[in-house]
């Protein structure tokens, strides 16, 4: 019997699902670079770059082990630009009793999956992807009944169910969430570790001449290229943010600061993300360097609840509330997305730094995706389809699956309070307390009103006021709705006027 195995892009680890049962003397893995995934959105060069690198050094690894690899380069001239014309293509050259795959990340490419056993005529088993710590299935069963789905309580049980970061029944350190440790601004005298990018070797070097030529007005640069490509690179880069970064990371995770990108954070997530390497491994390691005394509490818990939890709890939202769920505009945000989103240029300094980083490395930290890009479309009332896309674009970590819970529901609370219990909104104030971005800023953050004040502080205000009839009854933004009532109401005239001054600045850039 021949069995036509397909791995996907996101899928490169050898303990795939699709793989466990291999039979290398009858079986063939095929693994397609297509141009329908290259191009769904504008993807960051960098990002398309680093998965067909992964790709290619991936069948290179299962080729060394004696295992049939039929592999489709983006640039062959017979190659059909999909997943569903790839495949039947290569059904064509194997002739499979059976074809085998483990479920996607995405809807869309779940829903391909589903129609091939009747397209092809073959049996398709769609196998569980169980590089994730909860099912599909165990999260349903979670959610089930539910008004409400608050990650703490799933984080919770997840942590009972690993065992990780326990102390028999209890949480190590008497607590759950040490997050109100992980706040402090960083310090002046305080220097982050040097980060090495690696250099191209010389499949990674094709890659890169192939994306610069074919996807040339794709956003983000290249010649800084230096990610890991194979499993033994990312391991590295894993240890070295053991040693180096997580004895800190807790303390400064939320701090921002100009030309340091990468401050303690792990900077594994397109890793963890592609395959490369695997939730548990991360979480073990971590747990191992707390227990050796090597790293805190509070930097390790924050850590495995970013994996463990978070990341655990939007897949299982995704899956549970897909396809319907990216639909919902709970706040009916409508403005376009403003072009400084791609050009990063704006006389906001926080936005425009933001956005030469993620041009540069294809990336930026969760505080930096949150509180400064995302919490200016949330205030800016952008449409939620129109950020989402940027972020599936732009970032080298960025899936469906993990992307759209986290912009749809954390950033623009456009599922009305599913997934984030308040919408996170905040002023100037926030972004002057966490970064230096604002030294270097047109905008003064202490200002309150007129052309020369930060916008976020206006913004913000003219948020609640637009969305008091969503909001007011919020339970966690009651302070907020009491300061604006007691505010006098010719101030609150003067924030509507203020807003409405920016925002149809920014509709005339729009249009122009």
Not at 356 to 367: D, F, G, L, V
Request: glycine share 6%; charged share 25%; hydrophobic share 40%.
């Amino acid at each position: 019997m021949t069995t036509l195995r397909l791995v996907l892009g996101d899928q490169l680890t050898r303990d795939l699902a699709s793989l466990s049962d291999l039979d290398p003397a009858g079986d063939v893995v095929l693994l397609v670079e297509v141009a329908e995934e290259t191009t769904y959105v504008g993807h960051h060069k960098q990002k398309i770059a680093l998965i067909l690198s992964a790709m290619r050094h991936f069948s290179a690894e299962l080729s060394d082990e004696g295992i049939r690899v039929d592999y489709v380069r983006l640039d062959d001239p017979e190659n059909s630009g999909s997943f569903t014309g790839e495949l039947a293509r290569a059904i064509t050259r194997h002739h499979p009793d059976r074809i085998v795959v483990t479920e996607p990340g995405e809807w869309r490419v779940w829903e391909m999956m589903r129609a091939w056993g009747e397209r092809f005529a073959l049996p398709v088993e769609i196998r569980e992807d169980d590089r994730f710590f909860c099912s599909r299935g165990r999260f349903a069963r979670w959610a089930q009944d539910r008004k409400s789905y608050r990650m703490e309580f799933f984080y919770r049980e997840m942590r009972r169910e690993t065992g990780l970061l326990m102390d028999g029944d209890e949480p190590e350190g008497g607590l759950w969430n040490f997050d109100k440790d992980n706040r402090k601004s960083l310090p002046a005298s305080l220097r982050p570790p040097k980060r090495d990018r690696l250099a191209p070797d010389a499949i990674t070097q094709d890659v890169i001449d192939l994306v610069a030529s074919r996807f040339a007005r794709h956003f983000g640069d290249l010649d800084t290229f230096g990610w890991a490509v194979t499993r033994r690179d990312a391991l590295e880069a894993l240890d070295h943010f053991v040693a180096a970064c997580l004895p800190l990371y807790g303390d400064y995770q939320d701090a921002m600061q100009t030309g340091e990108p990468f401050l303690f954070h792990a900077v594994l997530s397109p890793y963890l993300n592609c395959g490369l390497l695997n939730a548990r491994e991360i979480c073990v390691a971590a747990e191992r360097a707390y227990r050796t005394g090597h790293a805190p509490l509070n930097a390790v818990e924050g850590l495995v609840r970013q994996i463990l939890g978070w990341r655990e709890y939007v897949r299982g939202i995704y899956w549970l509330r897909m396809p319907d769920y990216a639909a919902t505009n709970a706040l009916n945000a409508c403005r376009p997305l403003p072009w400084f989103y791609w050009s990063g240029e704006t006389k906001l300094n926080c936005i425009a730094q933001v956005v030469a980083e993620t041009r540069q490395n294809a990336y930026a930290h969760h505080i930096q995706r949150l509180m400064i890009t995302g919490n200016f479309s949330l205030l800016a009332g952008i449409a939620p389809r129109e950020i989402e896309a940027w972020y599936l674009a732009v970032y080298a970590d960025a899936y469906d699956w993990v992307e759209l819970p986290n912009t749809h529901g954390m950033v623009m609370f456009a599922d009305g309070g599913l997934l984030a219990s308040k919408p996170y909104a905040a002023s100037g104030a926030y972004i002057n307390r966490m970064s230096d971005y604002c030294r270097g800023c047109s905008y003064d953050p202490k200002l309150k009103s007129g052309p020369k004040a930060c916008p976020f502080n206006y913004l913000y205000w003219n948020f609640l006021i637009e969305n008091r009839s969503s909001l007011h009854r919020n339970p966690r933004m009651g302070m907020p709705y009491r300061s604006l009532d007691a505010m006098r109401p010719d101030r609150r005239q003067e924030i509507e006027s203020d807003a409405q001054r920016f925002l149809s600045e920014l509709a005339d850039e729009a249009e122009a």
